[in-house]
């Protein structure tokens, strides 16, 4: 509760107003050659007090007249009014205790008006002072609550869109695979149990997976192995897979099925256009403080360029979307077609989870 809010706050509130005291012990003993142990007796004590009552005082009138909502000119006539009776029954209060303090300690000459005067002037100035602070206090609270509630709304947007890129894959994913599915139907009805028999491992594998949980690489790269032994159902020995991970980057994270889209379009705009078939490769090494990750794929080369496997489709831009929102700058995602082949390079933060202990 402003300068009160927090035992710190109120221990350099206190400070301050005791600090006060002496500097008015100091003029005490120049205005009357009083001793400064009778001095710091009378003006500590009734500094502390009035520090504590405006204190408390002019906390609820910033309240209770907040500057954005009241006018200013009514905001100083209630401060105004406020200070005069608080410095006026200060003053009283010093009198009353400046009289019973001399019946106790030698010394301690009685209070003049120009001391009365002076005692007057300053406790206004005081609690106009006092009221500034707390002023400017709430309305540091004020802005440091906007501040924390805005962060709150961007994580918040940032969850719903994370799961809502992560809603994207899994119906093209099973888009592609109930295609794959339906053309051996008529083929190979064993063909297509088998494979639909993988697809539901599959799916219960990676549809478990929580949106907001990453994973290590390594799991990642044998869920896109489990989806090639689906597609290899109806490709053969025409689909072919290879990966490669370097020392240390099998257990960095990222954002589960991050991979599967670019798997499932090497798949098929790749492989599936080719006759003779082709390979899929995932290569991953850890650089530093990155992990780079490299998809890449056999392509027509007859192809112009223009189709999905050039950047175009849903799983690319999933990706890049994806990553912006969870790595923000710190991560990219650059694709090329080089001759035969199309490739999709990846470079993110590496995280690692801590090695647990058996």
């Known amino acids: 509760m402003g300068a009160f809010g927090t035992r710190r706050g109120t221990a350099l509130y206190l400070a301050a107003w005791a600090l006060l005291g002496v500097l008015l012990a100091g003029l005490t003993v120049a205005a009357g050659d009083a001793p400064w142990g009778t001095s710091l007796l009378f003006t500590v004590p009734l500094s502390l007090v009035y520090g504590c009552a405006s204190g408390f005082s ?99 947007a940032q969850e719903a869109e994370l799961r809502m890129l992560r809603t994207q894959i899994d119906p093209h994913f099973l888009f592609n695979s109930l295609n794959s599915i339906s053309a051996l139907t008529s083929i190979d009805p064993v063909a297509a149990r088998g494979m639909t028999l993988q697809l539901s491992d599959f799916l219960r594998r990676s549809l478990g997976m929580d949106a907001q949980r990453k994973v290590a690489l390594d799991e990642e790269i044998a869920l896109a192995q489990a989806f090639l032994a689906i597609e290899q159902v109806r490709f053969g020995p025409r689909l072919r897979f290879e990966h490669a991970v370097g020392e240390g980057a099998g257990r960095c994270l990222l954002p589960p099925l991050l991979l599967q889209p670019l798997v499932e379009n090497a798949v098929k705009h790749g492989i599936g256009n080719r006759l003779d078939g082709g390979t899929v490769r995932i290569l991953a090494e850890r650089a530093g403080p990155l992990l780079r990750i490299r998809v890449e794929n056999d392509a027509d080369e007859d192809e112009d360029g223009r189709g999905p496997a050039a950047g175009c489709g849903i799983g690319l831009a999933n990706v890049r979307q994806r990553l912006l929102a969870t790595y923000a700058h710190e991560a990219s995602v650059h694709w090329a077609r080089l001759d035969a082949r199309f490739r999709v390079d990846i470079a993110l933060p590496a995280e690692q989870e801590p090695l647990t202990e058996s």
């Open 58 to 156: 002019s906390y609820y009138l910033c309240r209770a007249y907040p500057l954005a909502s009241r006018a200013l000119p009514a905001v100083l006539g209630v401060f105004t009014c406020t200070a005069v009776c608080a410095s006026a029954l200060w003053t009283a209060a010093g009198g009353g205790y400046a009289e019973v303090l001399r019946g106790l300690a030698t010394g301690l000459p009685s209070m003049s008006r120009a001391f009365a005067a002076l005692m007057f002037g300053l406790g206004v100035i005081l609690y106009g002072l006092t009221a500034v602070a707390h002023y400017l206090a709430l309305e540091f609270e004020r802005a440091r609550t906007l501040e924390r509630r805005e962060l709150e709304m961007k994580l918040a």
